[in-house]
């Protein structure tokens, strides 16, 4: 079995991508309220700090800061996308081998984790989060996107309305 390098750090901050096994789906936001719940469930037990996020149709990103001496991200995940997989109709094609393993179709088995090293790659994560939906052609503005912690950020005054609309962002050094 593959072993993945992961850094667990108690009380760290990480920026996450997690993706739908079909990326032509739109499943994160055809069932927004269940995601949501999902989240919320998993909070209640496992305590977390959702710093920002964005959900897209086909994957979200999310900035998390786990609680003091806790460094399992990996549980939070696992339950997330099962409160998430259990509220959707079993629609989706399942291989043998995810059949094998009680698993559904709906989620990619891994996800993309990066610890957050200082002041200046939280804000660059951030920024990408919140500036997605205008990279992947959803929305011309960030602030226009629904699904989006740019909301909050407007409300607390931490950014404009018109925050992104200008070209310095799209040439950031962002991947995916």
């Given at each position: 079995m593959m072993q993945y390098r992961r850094a667990f750090v108690a009380?760290?901050?990480?920026?996450?991508?997690?993706?739908?096994?079909?990326?032509?789906?739109?499943?994160?936001?055809?069932?927004?309220?269940?995601?949501?719940?999902?989240?919320?469930?998993?909070?209640?037990?496992?305590?977390?700090?959702?710093?920002?996020?964005?959900?897209?149709?086909?994957?979200l990103h999310a900035i998390w800061t786990l609680p003091e001496n806790d460094f399992d991200f990996a549980t939070r995940w696992r339950l997330i996308k099962s409160h998430f997989s259990h509220g959707i109709p079993l629609t989706e094609r399942i291989n043998a081998s995810r059949r094998h393993k009680s698993e559904r179709g709906i989620w990619q088995r891994r996800y993309w984790e990066h610890l957050i090293r200082d002041d200046l790659d939280y804000s660059c994560h951030i920024d990408y989060i919140h500036y997605n939906p205008v990279k992947h052609g959803y929305v011309d503005k960030a602030v226009d996107w629904p699904y989006s912690s740019i909301h909050r950020f407007v409300g607390n005054g931490m950014i404009t309305n018109d925050w992104g609309v200008d070209d310095v962002l799209r040439e950031m050094p962002f991947g995916e």
């Amino acid at each position: 079995m593959m072993q993945y390098r992961r850094a667990f750090v108690a009380a760290g901050t990480y920026f996450f991508t997690v993706n739908l096994l079909q990326r032509d789906k739109s499943l994160l936001t055809d069932h927004i309220d269940l995601l949501r719940n999902a989240f919320r469930r998993v909070k209640l037990t496992h305590p977390f700090d959702i710093d920002a996020m964005v959900v897209l149709p086909d994957h979200l990103h999310a900035i998390w800061t786990l609680p003091e001496n806790d460094f399992d991200f990996a549980t939070r995940w696992r339950l997330i996308k099962s409160h998430f997989s259990h509220g959707i109709p079993l629609t989706e094609r399942i291989n043998a081998s995810r059949r094998h393993k009680s698993e559904r179709g709906i989620w990619q088995r891994r996800y993309w984790e990066h610890l957050i090293r200082d002041d200046l790659d939280y804000s660059c994560h951030i920024d990408y989060i919140h500036y997605n939906p205008v990279k992947h052609g959803y929305v011309d503005k960030a602030v226009d996107w629904p699904y989006s912690s740019i909301h909050r950020f407007v409300g607390n005054g931490m950014i404009t309305n018109d925050w992104g609309v200008d070209d310095v962002l799209r040439e950031m050094p962002f991947g995916e």
